[in-house]
C-alpha cells in the first residue's frame, strides 16, 4: 500500500501539502465509490451539490473508504499511528456554476472543538480530473504555521463559506492539479480556496480528515459529532462510534 517516503512527509511538513500523483483506490472500487456519490447527489434535495456534508454518518458504506488501509497508510506518515476519523464531504462543483471556495483555513471553522491543530489532515480524492478551468484547490505554500487569520464577510449566494481571509497575495499560490482517483493532503491551517467552476466540466472531490488520537475534542462545542478510532490507541480517550 501508498507510503509516503521522509522526503514527501518533510515536504508536508514545510509546505502543509502534497500531491499524491497516484491512483489512491484501484478502479473498481474508485467506481464504487462514484456510485454511492452519486445515489447521495440524487436524493439531495434542496442542498447545493457542495453542500454534501458528513455522508457517512449516514451512509455506512463510506467507511470501507475512510477507514481503509489505502488511506490510514498515508495518514499515518504525517500524523501517526493513532487516529481518529472526524469528518468526511463530497464537494461537487457543477459545471458553470460550482461556487467560489473562499480563501480560507479549515482550523478557523474548529475554533475550540479542540485543544490542538497540528495533527489534522485532510486527504482530498478526485472522483473527477481537477484543474484550474474547473475550479481546483489551491493553497498558499507554507501558511499552515501562521495561527488564525483575520477574516471579512462574502456573499454566501456565491460563495461556500460567509468569510474570507483578507488581503490574501494569490502570487504564490499552487493549482491541486489531479487526475481522476489521485488526491491531495493538506494541513488542516493551511490558507487554502477555489474558484468557481465556469467550465462545461464538473469537478467532484471527497474530503476525508483525520486527526490524531492525542488531540482532546471539547464535547460542549462538538455536539452530536461522531468520530471513529481508525487506527492505534485512544489516546486523549474521545468517546469513538463502534466499528
Known sequence: MGTLTNQEVDFYEKEGYFLYHKPLFTEEKLNQLNSIFEEHLAEKGTKLSDELDTPHFRDKRLLD?????????????????????????????????????????????WEGKFDKYDGIVTIWLALDRSNKENGCMKVLPGTHTNGFSEYEAVD?????????????????????????????????????????????????????????????????????????????ENIAGNPCENL
Open 65 to 109: 473508504y475512510l477507514l481503509s488501509t489505502e488511506a490510514l497508510d498515508l495518514v499515518e506518515s504525517l500524523i501517526g499511528p493513532d487516529i481518529l476519523l472526524w469528518s468526511s464531504h463530497f464537494i461537487c462543483k457543477d459545471p458553470f456554476k460550482g461556487r467560489i471556495t473562499p480563501w480560507h483555513e479549515d482550523s478557523s471553522y
Open 156 to 232: 454566501k449566494k456565491d460563495n461556500t463559506f460567509h468569510a474570507q481571509i483578507k488581503n490574501i497575495d494569490e502570487s504564490k499560490a499552487v493549482h491541486f492539479e489531479l487526475e481522476k482517483g489521485e488526491c491531495s493532503l493538506h494541513d488542516s491551517r493551511i490558507i487554502h480556496g477555489a474558484s468557481a467552476n465556469t467550465s462545461p466540466y464538473r469537478r467532484c472531490g471527497y474530503t476525508m480528515r483525520f486527526i490524531s488520537a492525542s488531540t482532546k475534542m471539547n464535547l460542549d462545542r462538538n455536539p452530536g459529532w461522531k468520530f471513529w478510532l481508525a487506527r492505534g
